[in-house]
Each structure stands twice: as C-alpha cells, then as structure tokens.
C-alpha cells in the first residue's frame, strides 16, 4: 500500500507509514518540551501534527 493513498474518508490527511517494523495509520504528532530535571516546571514549547507518511528528520527540519 503506498503511504500516500488516503486512509479515511473522513480524514484525507492521514496516512500509512511503516516505522520500526510497526505500521501505523492515520496522522503523527512531535511534541517539543522543556526537559530538565532541576526545574520544578517543564512546559512544552511545540505541538506540531503532521501526515504520518512525513520523515521525523523533516518534521524537525522545520520546526528549528
């Protein structure tokens, strides 16, 4: 199945992706956080939703 059809009707920005021997349907999240262990409050600092079929390295690529 080629990860660019459109899994749902409902939905055409999801996709199909195979990653780490798993598959996976439907849409990607990244989340970027304040990560430190002396802080008493983390905040996340970035939500990006993307198609599922998006390398992780491009997501990134253009959230810096």
Request: no cysteine; hydrophobic share 30%; glycine share 4%.
């Amino acid at each position: 199945m080629s990860t660019g059809l459109i899994q749902s009707p409902d939905d055409i920005e999801a996709a199909y992706r195979n990653k780490n021997r798993k598959s996976s349907k439907g849409q990607t999240i990244n989340i970027t956080d304040t990560v430190n262990p002396d802080n008493r409050l983390n905040l996340l600092t970035d939500v990006s939703v993307q198609k599922n079929n998006i390398d992780d390295s491009k997501v990134l690529e253009t959230r810096i």
